[in-house]
């Protein structure tokens, strides 16, 4: 392939990553990659769908009216051809193009057939007709294997259980249980009550208790703790080998040497070989649809109990053997037993019949059954497992996927995938047989495939990169190369013609296979190139060869070529279609789409409203329609729109339906095309294969693409890529999808569309934890009903060993307050749970029932009281939530899984739902409320008798204000003056302070809200106390000097004292309440970008002049460090204003501090830079003041911590600074060295 531009920058389609560095191929790479440059750079936008974008007619050249334009014809000459050995080795020699003498070393082809049953010495089993059993679908199944490396409690893996909430469990051969809800194992064994480690069996009752038979008894687990059954209790045996359950609901037990136990829910009653029994050895116990129970003995055969009594067989009654391990019971009433070394029975209440290795049955030593709701039959051997779908077994081994070959156990979840608990390989899934991979192993010639092709015998042909053709008949694979004469064993593409003859475009030339030769054509033969990329056969039987200089056209023994010499737009021809009239479609990957009938050439490119000029595949549908796919996306061309441009008639829109991954492709390389039933169509991209529904049936058009499902590593399937060969891919006669594949593990896919597991159900939703500010808590310690095993339980499992007393003290401590009325089971999960205030945060997992592919289930959530709409849609399985204020909130999820799917399974499910309860602070109870009320009962007197006192002496002063009313005047003028020097200091003190505490959010503004009333009454009555203060004195002054007045005068003295002391701090805190009202609402100035250096300009200037607008102001050098190149940056100016505000008023304070410690001798300094850091920018304030010691430097940014004396500070500068920072995704540095200096350096992000 000569599109392999890695020399090439403006590039128009991708790299072929198969494609081998062979010598041959440098010269085409600078020539191709020279002349795409020119063309990308110069190629017009693809037009929109729908758009209105003018349509341009297409390019045309008329063949029949200008002798010029006649397509060259010479002749062809003879091919060389090569005979294929058959026995031996042959030579055979030939002079090449350049006169060189080359000779070959020919071989016969290599065949290796696919792998088939075996028996345990490694002979081929044969059926009674001599025909041997081929494994699997031929390559490498689905399954995926489960281990320790995932979280699995060990590899030896004995029973495996589906619960009723969609869960597994894996009862492992000693390292107890593991459940499974498809994101994590839980593991379970002695430590949190198991009765033993080695577990032989699992069942669910109608209850949904978990029951666990093991080698050392019976525990029943009910989701919060084990209860166990042993011989010390009254359980007549230990040895539990099987589980089962009636139609009356009592539960049967199969013991190793006690017979079989039933137990009734209140005690237990045993049956042996005394009461009819076979033997007291009994390893299987099943039940058929009638309610009859059935017990397998280790030798005995097997008993059949009515309810009344034990009936016996044996081999003699024609059971399969008498070491019976495993029951199964079809959907049809058939019962299954499953021998040790005898193969499986089949009982239908008279008669058996048998099934062994001589029938396809992967092993005759049966350990499991399974069946499916189809009636499909699974059986774990020794030797692999077997599907029986009532006419033949299928076998699968180590060789097909499955982890281990010894199967002990099997399983079926909610979606159909099968699972399988081995001795050693752990568990081991499997997904169904839509996907079947096949690589160099199986037999193909190399792994990367270029080209396909079905025959009419109908024996498959997989071209490869380097590996020559390999044949598939079904069983084998045969190998041809140039060790047989093959032209090339890079194969791009091939075809047959009429006479059944294969054609095979390679790397170095054309080849032609009649079975027992094959005849080479090259460039000495008349060939414009001897890479072919593309082969068709045209209506009248030419064949037409798509070359890296345009395309050759071979008719009998005469060749035409037709390249961009005679107009053909672009000379790289990847892909050709026929059409029944004798007409061909061009794709060329350097030029766009062509059309060509032998009378005119018509050229479409993104003028004409194609989806982008490099064309890499075309395909013909069986409607007519053509489908194009290109590096940027897939066009269609209705048959409708199609008739109507070539019969040239005037389109005013777009005729090209285009779609690229907006429309939910995968990926925009269109690399594959191909029509799978008539009514899909399969495109395949470079990130795997999408499929959805064709155009309308009645109107042609497709619109949009219906059903759309993508197949690819992402949602669980083994294709993360595919090959860069156009023609890689294949639909068979039988429906069949085959593709090559861009991994070495996969290289040859086998997709079965129709076998494909969907659904058939929504998923259950649960939840799985709650945590509280971020810790896991055992609910039992805070459940007083909880018993002791239910907390050695809990705290086992989430923190790996029982809690001590001390440290249970130490959670409950912790979390004091937290109160629930009950634990769910299996998961716990609080009951009506109710929070302190200051355990507000909460975090909650939750999951579905979909353990085989979770990643492909979406959620949405919301907390009502908290959120006003549901979450976003997500594939996150946790939710968390903070600062949740006090009130009552209810949880709520959906989910709904978007893989295949039938009916309403891909649609939401019903929300499940948890409620709580936050309690309010201790300031916003209600006893905290009727105590304000009292508070301000008892001052409501004292207000209204200074009211009415204040009414009068208001009277009063009207009368002297009219003979001072020009001194009035002037006081209330300088009053006014006063007021405004005021304002324009507290306006100042608020631009710094404005918003600072917009971080404490909804918290600090109720308690700064509650706090603000009280301490206005505070704040007013001591204002008032000190006014009733100066009339008392002025009343004192009246009276005559005596002892009593004095004191009355020294008490009053000491009452003024105390009231200026309360109103000054009373002052103080009112200005830390208007701090944090004004930071509690936050900002709303948006991000914009933002000419950083003129901000701090700005307001270092405007906080040097406030500085010295204020009391005891300093002289400062202040020197601006600015990098020019800085650019503009995103962020909020009003709120960063405030950062730079609060650092060099900081700095101002500090280094007057310095000054009125040093004198004269101190020169402060304060240094602002910015510093262009590449993808951030840094921004430094410096001052040389006395630096912060290191015991207080880590609490600078603690919110209302201060190195301010007095009430200079309200300790929330730094705090706010932070914050804003922080919002703005950025960090701040604090460095200082005492005594010298102090440096605050901001980091942030350019956008």
Known sequence: MAIFFENFKGQVFMPFKFFPRQHFMKPILRYFGGILLIFSCTSEPSPEQGGTTPIKPPQKILFSTSQNSELETGNLSQPRIIPIPKGSTQYYSYTDENGERVQLELTPPKSQPLLVLKDPNEQVVLS?????????????????????????????????????????????????????????????????????????????????????????????????????????????????????????????????????????????????????????????????????????????????????????????????????????????????????????????????????????????????????????????????????????????????GLSANSVLDIGIDQSGKVWFGTDGGGVCRFDGNSFTSFTMNQGLGANIILSTLQDQVGNLWFGTSGGGVSRFDGKKFTTYSLNQGLSGDVVYAMTEDDEGNIWFGTGGGLSKYDGLEFSNFTAQNGLISTEIYSLIHDANGNLWLGTENGVNILAGNQIKHLGPDKGLAGSVVLSMQAEPDGSVWIAAVDGGLNYFDGKRLLTFTTEQGLID????????????????????????????????????????????????????????????????????????????????????????????????????????????????????????????????????????????????????????????????????????????????????????????????????????????????????????????????????????????????????????????????????????????????????????????????????????????????????????????????????????????????????????????????????????????????HENLKSTQAQLIQQEKLASLGQLTAGIAHEIKNPLNFVNNFSGLSLEFLDEIEEDLQKLEPSKEVENIQDLLADIRTNLEKIKHHGGRADSIVKSMLLHSRGSSGAMEPTDLNALVQEYVNLSFHGMRANKNPINVDIQLELSKDLGQINMNSEDFSRVILNLTKNAFDAMREKLQKEGSSYHPILKVSTLDLGNSIALTVEDNGPGIPDEIKDKLLMPFFTTKKGTEGTGLGLSITHDIIKAHKGELEITTQLGEWTRFTITLPKH
């Open 613 to 980: 000029n490099a064309v890499i595949q075309i395909e013909l549908d069986q409607k007519g329609n053509l489908w194009i796919g290109t590096e940027h996306g897939l066009s269609f061309l209705s048959q409708r729109a199609k008739k109507n441009l070539l019969d040239e008639i005037s389109i005013d829109q777009n005729p090209f339906e285009n779609f690229n991954t907006s429309d939910g492709l995968p990926d925009n390389v269109i690399l594959q095309i191909e029509q799978l039933d008539g009514k899909k169509m399969a495109i395949g991209t470079n990130l795997g294969i999408a499929i959805f529904d064709g155009p309308n049936a009645e109107t042609g058009t497709l619109n949009q693409l219906e059903n759309l499902e993508i197949f690819n590593s992402n949602t669980g399937y083994p294709v993360k890529d595919l090959t860069d060969g156009q023609n890689g891919m294949l639909v068979d006669n039988q429906g069949i999808l085959w593709a090559g594949t861009g991994s070495n593990k996969t290289a040859l896919v086998r997709f079965d569309y129709q076998a494909r597991l969907r659904n058939k159900q929504k998923p259950d939703l649960f939840l799985r934890q709650l945590r509280v500010n971020e810790e896991i808590i055992p609910w039992t310690s805070f459940y007083p009903s909880a018993t002791t095993e239910e907390q050695v339980f809990e705290e086992t499992t989430f923190f790996g060993k029982g809690l001590g007393k001390e440290e249970k003290e130490q959670l409950r401590s912790r979390f004091q307050g937290i109160e629930i009325e009950g634990i769910s089971g299996f998961f716990p999960i609080p009951e009506n749970l109710i929070l302190p205030y200051k355990h507000n945060h909460i975090n909650l997992d939750f999951g579905t029932n979909e353990i085989s592919k979770p990643f492909l289930v979406e959620y949405q959530y919301i907390l009502e009281g908290y959120d006003e709409e549901w979450s976003p849609v997500l594939k996150k399985t946790s939710a968390s939530f903070g600062n949740i204020q006090e009130g009552e909130y209810t949880f709520k999820v959906k989910a709904r899984f978007i893989g295949p799917s039938e009916g309403d399974a891909g649609e939401w499910t019903e929300p499940i739902s948890f409620s709580f309860t936050v309690l309010p602070p201790l300031y916003r109870t209600w006893w905290a409320y009727g105590i304000y009320s009292i508070l301000f009962l008892s001052l409501a007197y004292p207000i209204h008798r200074y009211q009415r006192q204040r009414t009068i002496r208001a009277e009063q002063e009207k009368n002297r204000e009219r003979e001072l009313k020009q001194a009035r005047e002037i006081e209330k003028a300088y009053a006014k003056l006063e007021v405004a």
């Open 128 to 400: 009674s007709e001599g025909e041997n059993f081929l494994l699997g679908e031929g390559g490498i199944s689905q399954f995926m294997a489960f281990t320790t490396d995932q979280g699995l409690a060990l590899d030896g893996v004995n029973s495996v259980l589906l619960d009723r909430r969609g869960h597994l469990w894996f009862g492992t051969n000693g390292g107890g249980i593991s459940r499974y809800d498809g994101n994590s194992f839980t593991n379970f064994n002695t430590s949190q009550g198991l009765v033993g480690n080695t577990i032989r069996s699992l069942w669910e009752d109608q209850n949904g208790t978990i029951w666990i038979g093991t080698l050392t008894g019976l525990s029943k687990f009910d989701g919060h703790s084990f209860y166990n059954y042993t011989l010390e209790n009254g359980l007549p045996n230990d040895v539990i080998f099987g589980i089962t359950e009636d139609q009356n609901g009592a539960l049967w037990f199969a013991t190793g040497g006690g017979g079989v136990l039933r137990f009734d829910g209140k005690e237990f009653t045993q049956f042996t070989t005394k009461d009819g029994l076979a033997d007291d050895f009994v390893m299987a116990v099943g039940q058929d649809l009638d309610g009859n129970l059935y017990f397998g003995t280790n030798g005995a055969g097997m008993s059949r109990f009515d309810g009344n009594s034990f009936v016996s067989f044996t081999e003699s009654d024609g059971l399969a053997g008498n070491r019976v391990r495993s029951f199964g019971t079809s959907p049809d009433g058939a019962l299954w037993i499953g021998t040790i070394g005898n193969g499986v029975s089949r009982f239908d209440g008279k008669s058996f019949e048998n099934f062994t290795q001589k029938d396809g049955l992967a092993d005759n030593i049966v350990r499991a059954i399974r069946v499916e709701e189809s009636g499909q039959v699974w059986f774990g051997t020794e030797h692999g497992i077997s599907r029986f779908d009532g006419s033949k077994f299928v076998s699968y081994t180590r060789e097909q």
